[in-house]
């Protein structure tokens, strides 16, 4: 069983989805909005959004319900998000490690999961935000949206509605870890090909090789070799 909630305004979906698990026993329960005024991102970033134009989306999946490791939890959703942009839209879209969307070498989705204890329950808190219809992006941010890069528009309550569905389908049948580590690594943005880093404030050329079951992932850089990273601990330009 699941529920979609919608608010007009929020802050952050990631935090008040709280409110709406209080009184439910589902095992699914979404909120949305397509006004977020204080969204977040990974690591502290922030996810700004014009009103009525994106999507953000929250996901509380009750955590009992899945014997996955965190990360493989993490690579799977943006495995799901990844199928139903490329289905939706039928253009090819990647995954930059660790969860962002990338469609025509623009940041589409920013995903954010926390795992969080709310009324003796534990849960998986899926936030994501959607760039569906803004048309205009700081010059020079890496951000698009499915309508600057496909020309495509969605009415976005279909679109919400047909993404809610879609998750809590496919969340309801893991696949082997070894399927999701093969799924993602086959959509991983810039796999196996020449890219820029930037790491410890100099500049170098590198080849993304792999992400591994422990979220990191493996480069094989020009100067210093074949080389693990955890999140932030890189950064590719491009």
Same mark, same amino acid.
């Given at each position: 069983?699941?529920? $979609?909630?919608?608010? %007009? ?11 709406? $698990? ?13 006004? +977020? ?17 994106? $999507? ?8 009992? *319900? ?14 799901? &998000? ?22 025509? *070498? ?6 954010? =999961? ?6 003796? #329950? *534990? ?8 760039? =569906?219809?803004?048309? %205009? ?9 499915? $309508?600057?890069?496909?020309? +495509? ?7 919400? +509605? ?23 690594? #086959? ?16 500049? +170098? #050329?590198?080849?993304? %090789? ?8 493996? &480069? ?13 601990? &890189?950064?590719?330009?491009?």
């Amino acid at each position: 069983m699941s529920q $979609l909630f919608y608010l %007009k305004e929020s802050s952050s979906t990631n935090d008040e989805i709280s409110k709406f $698990l209080l009184y439910e026993n589902s095992d699914f329960v979404a909120l949305h909005t397509f006004n +977020q005024t204080r969204g977040r991102g990974q690591y502290g970033n922030t996810w700004s959004s014009a009103a009525e134009k994106n $999507l953000a989306y929250t996901l509380a999946i009750k955590a009992e *319900n899945f014997s996955l490791s965190g990360f493989m939890f993490n690579y799977y959703t943006a495995i799901l &998000i990844h199928d139903f942009l490329a289905n939706l839209t039928g253009n090819t879209v990647k995954i930059k490690w660790p969860n962002d969307i990338i469609l025509k *070498n623009k940041k589409i989705v920013g995903i954010l =999961i926390e795992k969080k204890k709310i009324n003796q #329950n *534990n849960y998986f808190i899926v936030g994501a935000g959607f760039n =569906i219809l803004q048309e %205009k992006f700081d010059e020079i941010s890496n951000a698009g949206s499915i $309508l600057t890069q496909t020309g +495509q528009y969605f009415n976005l309550n279909d679109f919400t +509605q047909g993404l809610h569905d879609f998750l809590v389908e496919n969340f309801n049948k893991f696949p082997s870890e070894d399927e999701i580590m093969s799924r993602f690594n #086959n959509s991983l943005f810039r796999k196996n090909e020449i890219s820029v880093f930037e790491l410890n404030e100099k500049r +170098q #050329n590198g080849i993304i %090789k792999n992400a591994d079951r422990n979220g990191n992932l493996w &480069i094989d850089l020009e100067n210093d070799g074949l080389h693990s990273f955890y999140h932030k601990e &890189i950064k590719l330009l491009y």
